[in-house]
């Protein structure tokens, strides 16, 4: 059984302590593994156990 996420695909997430990775969008969310694809990071594997990604809105 799959582990619910607090982010779904399509939502607009930050990082707070990565500011200039600008705004964020979930690609895949399976627990506290979400993969984000960043406006000046790429695509980051991100722990939300680890690191709290921030809800937003697409600019």
Do not use: C
């Not at 990071?41 to 939300?48: E, F, M």
Request: net charge negative; charged share 20%.
């Amino acid at each position: 059984m799959l582990e619910r996420s607090e982010f779904a695909p399509g939502d607009y997430v930050r990082l707070p302590q990565q500011p200039d990775w600008g705004l964020g969008q979930v690609q895949t969310a399976i627990g506290n593994r979400v993969t984000v694809m960043f406006e000046h990071a790429g695509k980051v594997l991100v722990d939300t156990d680890v690191v709290a990604l921030e809800a937003a809105a697409p600019d």
